[in-house]
């Protein structure tokens, strides 16, 4: 069965602490990893689609690294305006649909 | 370039009644999907509609049901409500067939609660 697996649940840093964010994923047939980020009351923003193990993104104080097995979300410096909930999602097929399979979210709160 | 929005962006129903969601996809994009957040959890996948078909479903049971229009806006009907229905309900749309992985644009949701 495809999953998803983040940790932690939660993490509180200070301003300027950087830190990781993980994501390890059972999943046959990776057709791309995403990272979203989740603002409270609204709908996820995306911020990386990783398709091989290897591979980097970044953007701003935001890198994504994918090996065969898990993700990690590199925050450096962090700022209070980066404090949301991170998801992570790997992309399966399914009777010809393409659907997302989130975990359960990493909520990041950056205290100034 | 107009994103997704839905609408209602709050409701509350009481258990057994029916509910209908309301999506307006991204311009240029035709293929609609619909997914579930219970508060605390990651976003579940309902089903996802193309060129007005259902062309995947989750597990989630026939009474939930769904719409696309020609215009690629999509509806969400959920009948005979249950409590644990209550949940954020999150419309997606994207460009299909993808060349690859395709990125969803999500809207803001339609926050159900059933009492």
């Known amino acids: 069965e495809d999953q998803v697996t983040q940790s932690p649940e939660a993490l509180r840093l200070q301003e300027g602490e950087s830190s990781s964010l993980n994501c390890s994923y059972t999943v046959s047939g990776l057709r791309g990893l995403f990272w979203y980020r989740q603002d409270p009351g609204k709908g996820p923003e995306f911020l990386f689609t990783?398709?091989?193990a290897g591979e980097e993104k970044e953007k701003e104080r935001l890198k994504a690294t994918l090996t065969k097995k898990e993700s990690f979300l590199h925050i450096t410096a962090p700022k209070p305006e980066d404090s949301a909930t991170y998801l992570c999602a790997v992309q399966v097929t399914i009777q010809g649909a393409q659907k997302l399979v989130f975990g359960q979210g990493t909520r990041l709160t950056i205290n100034p | 370039e107009t994103g997704v929005t839905q609408s209602p962006t709050h409701l509350i129903k009481t258990r057994g009644q029916q509910v209908t969601l309301r999506c307006s996809s991204q311009s240029g994009h035709n293929t609609v999907s619909w997914y579930q957040q219970a508060l605390g959890q990651g976003p579940q996948f309902i089903f996802q509609y193309y060129r007005e078909e259902e062309n995947g479903r989750g597990n989630f049971p026939p009474r939930f049901s769904g719409l696309q229009f020609p215009n690629y806006s999509s509806e969400l009907n959920v009948n005979a409500l249950e409590l644990d229905d209550s949940a954020l309900y999150l419309c997606?749309?994207?460009?299909?067939?993808?060349?690859?992985?395709?990125?969803?644009?999500f809207g803001a949701g339609s926050r159900l609660t059933v009492l």
């Open positions: 990783l398709y091989s």
């Open positions: 997606a749309s994207s460009l299909k067939p993808p060349s690859g992985a395709n990125v969803l644009t």
